[in-house]
């Protein structure tokens, strides 16, 4: 809606414009036809040669400014055909933009999650390895306390072995060498007998 009151506002200015303009032209040939009744018609030549001039340049200069509006609208058109293109650019660059923008969130927030899961799964990997190691500690200690018990059962059943294996040996010793006397002293009874001396012997 403003743009239209523009248009007419820009057309009712030229009007008047071109209203201003006949009536100059009027005056001016009026002054003019009053100038060539008081003047000799051997002045009126080159007058009338300077007026077919100055309407040759007045045509000149009309068709120049027709070219220069020309120049003009175009010019406005081809800006405003450039502001289009910028904007239609600007619009697609922001929608590339925010797309853009939009892929390289969810990508952060997946690897954000893909962290946050290996996260999850190297300290539950962690705790499961502290609790194996806490375990084989345990029973390594519980196996290390059971050989140590059964080798100082061991060795309590080896001293008592020895001990009753010295026993007997001593206890057979002195049997055997009660054995012996008693044999010797035989001998001797018997080599007595016979008259021998168990000394010479």
């Given amino acids: 809606m403003p743009l239209k009151s523009k248009g007419k506002g820009r057309?009712?200015?030229?009007?008047?414009q071109q209203r201003n303009t006949a009536e100059s032209q009027a005056e001016?040939?009026?002054?003019?036809?009053?100038?060539?009744?008081?003047?000799p018609k051997e002045q009126l030549v080159p007058w009338r040669?300077?007026?077919?001039?100055?309407k040759a340049d007045n045509e000149r200069l009309k068709r120049r400014l027709w070219d220069l509006e020309k120049a003009l609208e175009q010019a406005q058109?081809?800006?405003?055909?450039?502001h289009e293109e910028m904007?239609?650019?600007?619009?697609?660059?922001?929608?590339?933009?925010?797309?853009?923008?939009?892929?390289?969130?969810a990508k952060v927030k997946s690897?954000?999650?893909?962290?946050?899961?290996?996260?999850?799964?190297?300290q539950q990997t962690q705790e499961t390895a502290t609790q194996a190691l806490a375990e084989r500690d345990r029973?390594?200690?519980?196996?290390?306390?059971?050989?140590?018990?059964?080798?100082?059962?061991?060795?309590?059943?080896?001293h008592g072995s020895l001990d009753l294996v010295l026993a007997k040996m001593a206890e057979a010793s002195q049997h055997?060498?009660?054995?012996?006397?008693?044999?010797?002293?035989?001998?001797?009874?018997?080599?007595?007998?016979f008259g021998l001396n168990p000394l010479e012997i």
């Fill in 77 to 82: 058109e081809d800006k405003r055909d450039i």
């Fill in 87 to 105: 904007t239609r650019q600007y619009q697609e660059l922001q929608k590339q933009t925010a797309a853009h923008s939009q892929r390289l969130e």
């Fill in 11 to 16: 057309k009712g200015v030229k009007q008047q």
């Fill in 111 to 122: 690897l954000q999650e893909q962290l946050a899961t290996r996260l999850r799964e190297s």
């Fill in 176 to 193: 055997w060498e009660e054995v012996g006397m008693t044999i010797a002293v035989e001998h001797k009874e018997c080599l007595q007998e």
């Fill in 139 to 158: 029973t390594i200690a519980q196996l290390q306390g059971r050989l140590d018990a059964m080798e100082r059962e061991y060795e309590k059943i080896l």
């Fill in 49 to 54: 040669d300077m007026t077919r001039q100055a």
């Fill in 28 to 39: 001016e040939n009026y002054r003019k036809a009053a100038l060539e009744a008081d003047m």
